[in-house]
């Protein structure tokens, strides 16, 4: 017995709820890889970038590349960020090996 005389309680046969929280794992951003329309660069070379970098059909890379010769702009893809970053180096540097302005960015979805 405790001093004030009630038995001490040390919490032994006592039960509890023990929660467990699980920590929210959070997709990654994803972010969108366009194409920006030029007057210089050959539409055949946009189509083999779609193709190579995109893993784009043929006809699915040249309604892509219709769309930024008519738009302005087009998509090639949504992509984790160091995928997209890694497609829009390879799009520039082929296209500065080439000697083609073409223009790739990437952008938040």
Not at 62 to 85: K, L
Request: proline share 5%; glycine share 8%.
């Amino acid at each position: 017995m405790g001093a004030d005389g009630h038995e001490d309680d040390d919490g032994e046969g006592q039960t509890g709820v023990v929660t467990k929280t699980r920590p929210k794992t959070k997709r990654p951003s994803l972010y969108r890889v366009l194409l920006l329309n030029d007057d210089y660069t050959p539409m055949e070379f946009v189509i083999l970038i779609l193709m190579e970098v995109f893993n784009k059909s043929q006809d699915d890379a040249t309604q892509i590349m219709w769309h930024v010769h008519n738009q302005g702009v087009g998509e090639c893809g949504v992509f984790p960020y160091e995928v997209a970053e890694t497609k829009v180096t390879r799009v520039m540097d082929a296209a500065r090996r080439n000697q083609h302005p073409l223009q790739c960015v990437m952008e938040k979805q």
